[in-house]
């Protein structure tokens, strides 16, 4: 069964850190473009950042959104079929449900989507919520 199940959520204070994992069953999931969203309340769901699949000769290469980047790494464990969102110096607007999920498409070649429809399999989310 595929399932994507999401890990790591808690309350920080501002400028610490969490790591984030997504867990796959079913699948290989470092073979498979993967994004991770969030989405706060009364807000849409919107992109932190994904990562392509590998190919054969290729490693994946993540792609971050501005409010995420040089903040935010996303990595993949080849180990246990994870893929971890590593976040710093959190902010208070950084409080959401966040989420990751994949299309299931195999050798889908370079390039990963910021656009959450793109995707059909998503986790149920863990929540994030950065406070003093």
């Known amino acids: 069964q595929v399932q994507l199940v999401e890990s790591g959520g808690g309350q920080v204070q501002p400028g610490g850190s969490l790591t984030l994992t997504c867990a796959a069953s079913g699948f290989h999931l470092p073979y498979y473009r993967v994004g991770w969203f969030r989405q706060a309340p009364g807000k849409e769901r919107e992109a932190v950042g994904c990562i392509d699949g590998d190919g054969r000769s290729y490693r994946g290469v993540p792609l971050y959104s501005d409010s995420a980047e040089s903040r935010f790494t996303i990595s993949k464990d080849y180990t246990d079929n994870t893929l971890h969102l590593e976040m710093n110096a959190l902010k208070p607007e950084d409080t959401a449900v966040y989420y990751c999920?994949?299309?299931?498409?195999?050798?889908?070649?370079?390039?990963?989507?910021?656009?959450?429809?793109?995707?059909?399999?998503w986790g149920q989310g863990t929540q994030v919520t950065v406070a003093s």
């Open positions: 999920a994949t299309d299931l498409v195999l050798n889908a070649g370079p390039g990963c989507y910021m656009n959450p429809q793109k995707y059909d399999r």
